[in-house]
């Protein structure tokens, strides 16, 4: 069974550009999280799906940032326009259908964007 | 606000010795999950091991097993018998039950497995 992927896995833009970042979650899995890692810094939350709908994105920094999950399969989540301090790891996860506390969540390998 | 500190940024252990990870939290919750995962170089971010705060006995998974400390709000994660495939980050991370499945999480530490 594929894992959940992420693509790309790096982007290096400048300042100014748009970048958009993709999940494919495990099949199956209608929960979907996107989580960052700025440099130095902890994972941070930015949002959950339940299918197509954005059930909590509290994380979103701010509305240069845009994420879509159209038809609750992959997701997208993009930076426009792209600053320097968005630069950082992008993680995308999954969990199965039921949002029991305690599911298992399943992670992608990140994709990593550096803005220059 | 929940809160997840991870105080040491790096640590080397020899391989088969034995390596304690450290992880304080704090919350006003009562009904929580706490988690290690583990990311190795270029790979996909794994869950470890997971402790559900009502349960008193620690969680136990094959070489690893966590010391929770409700009263401290601890959580240090011990691996026993490191071996080279053990070198990654390692992330402390938080979820309050009635909060679906938003993790919080530490600055992670990276463990390092010397032959």
């Known amino acids: 069974e594929a894992g959940v992927t992420q693509f790309p896995s790096h982007s290096v833009i400048e300042k100014g550009q748009t970048v958009t970042l993709r999940c494919d979650p495990i099949?199956?899995?209608?929960?979907l999280y996107w989580y960052r890692r700025v440099m130095g810094k902890e994972i941070k939350f930015l949002l959950h799906?339940?299918?197509?709908?954005?059930?909590?994105e509290s994380g979103m920094p701010n509305n240069r940032f845009l994420a879509e999950r159209t038809g609750g399969t992959y997701s997208t989540l993009k930076v426009q326009p792209a600053e320097l301090e968005d630069s950082g790891v992008y993680f995308c996860?999954?969990?199965?259908?039921?949002?029991?506390?305690?599911?298992?969540?399943?992670f992608g390998e990140g994709s990593w964007l550096t803005v220059v | 606000a929940q809160t997840v500190t991870q105080s040491q940024p790096e640590m080397s252990v020899q391989e088969a010795e034995t390596v304690t990870l450290s992880c304080t939290y704090d919350?006003?919750?009562?009904?929580?999950?706490l988690f290690w995962y583990k990311q190795p170089p270029s790979r996909q971010m794994i869950l470890v091991i997971r402790?559900?705060?009502?349960?008193?006995q620690n969680a136990t998974e094959n070489r690893f097993s966590v010391n929770f400390q409700k009263a401290a709000k601890s959580f240090s994660l011990k691996i026993s018998d490191s071996q080279l495939g053990d070198t990654a980050m390692y992330f402390c991370?938080?979820?309050?039950?009635?909060?679906?499945?938003?993790?919080?999480f530490g600055g992670g530490t990276r463990v390092l497995v010397k032959p």
């Open positions: 996860a999954s969990s199965p259908v039921r949002v029991q506390p305690g599911n298992t969540i399943y």
């Open positions: 099949s199956g899995h209608d929960n």
């Open positions: 799906f339940v299918k197509e709908s954005k059930q909590d």
């Open positions: 919350t006003s919750e009562n009904n929580y999950y």
């Open positions: 402790q559900e705060a009502y349960k008193q």
């Open positions: 991370a938080f979820m309050i039950k009635a909060a679906g499945n938003k993790l919080t």
